[in-house]
């Protein structure tokens, strides 16, 4: 079992739908990053949290400490956010490194 | 202030050639990760380091890779004697000082794909 597992993997929408991903992960950690992988490759991080909401424009990140899980919402969604959402945590016991989930891949269709 | 830049973007190399990859922090920062992306699979971290320190290595494979942040110029990672298994996208990371607030925060680079003939 992955320590960080994403849900779903594929995920298909209408433009305008409300999107939910879902990240659940086994190990203590001291934050959680949620990153956005475009189809050219290049990785940008959208949110690092360790308590409770955050919210940038239509993205809205929460997490959970207790039941180890956190979700990532997109607000009216739109074709240009199609791309690959990943999860990763930072193991409390680890330093500073990051342990990522498989990635959910999202298409948003006009 | 630039991000964190990666040079080469792609580069191609035959099977026992040596692989050099470049990351410049973002300004200010001193704190650097390799991640690696194989075809179509998930990130994996390989090493995490300071100036003239390598912190953490658990990722790293214990042959033909290493990596250095000297203390003037780039980070590098390299790769001896390349096979097709190292095709990968390798991803470069940077975060400020751990004195500061955002130390735990980490900027990627745009990754260099290596492509081994």
Redesign the interface.
Known sequence: KNEVEQSPQNLTAQEGEFITINCSYSVGISALHWLQQHPGGGIVSLFMLSSGKKKHGRLIATINIQEKHSSLHITASHPRDSAVYICAVRDETSGSRLTFGEGTQLTVNP | NAGVMQNPRHLVRRRGQEARLRCSPMKGHS?V?W?RQLPE?????MV?LQKENI??E??MPKERFSAEFPKEGPSILRIQQVVRGDSA?Y?CAS?PPMREMRA?????G??T?LTVT
Do not use: N, T
């Open positions: 704190h990760y991640y699979e998930g990130l994996k971290f995490y912190i953490d658990s990722g996208a991803f975060s735990y925060e980490q900027y990627f745009p990754g794909r």
